[in-house]
Nanobody
Framework: QVQLVESGGGSVQVGRSHRLSCALRGDVSSINCLAWFRQPPGKEREGVARIREGSLVLYAGAVDERFFISEDRATNTLTLEMNKVKPEDTAIYYC?????????????????????WGQGTQVAVSL
């Protein structure tokens, strides 16, 4: 089993930067894919960014070139650097982990590709 614990949520002003972290616990050696998803108010959960093999990344178009995902297997931490935040970035952000390496090669951020989820952390972007 794998447990994921997000931290770093809070209120952020438009245009500023913010960082989210996710601590990985348990059988982390089984994890081949890590990602961030988010659920804006009143909307479906959507993919934000994914990382595999330490550096192979995929970003949603809405955050490309503003957000950056990284992982540190030495500390078992997943990070999301959020830059130039916009009001539409307001959401609950979830950390996700997947076992299937093949699914992690598909050029799509799909919630079904991930077996383990954190509880989420709220980010609110204010003017």
């Amino acid at each position: 089993q794998v447990q994921l614990v997000e931290s770093g949520g809070g209120s952020v002003q438009v245009g500023r930067s913010h960082r989210l972290s996710c601590a990985l616990r348990g059988d982390v050696s089984s994890i081949n894919c890590l990602a961030w998803f988010r659920q804006p108010p009143g909307k479906e959960r959507e993919g934000v960014a994914r990382i595999r093999e330490g550096s192979l990344v995929l970003y949603a178009g809405a955050v490309d070139e503003r957000f950056f995902i990284s992982e540190d297997r030495a500390t078992n931490t997943l990070t999301l650097e959020m830059n130039k935040v916009k009001p539409e970035d307001t959401a609950i952000y979830y950390c996700a982990a997947g076992i299937d390496a093949k699914l992690c090669r598909i050029q799509e951020l799909d919630t079904h590709h991930f077996q383990f989820w954190g509880q989420g952390t709220q980010v609110a972007v204010s003017l």
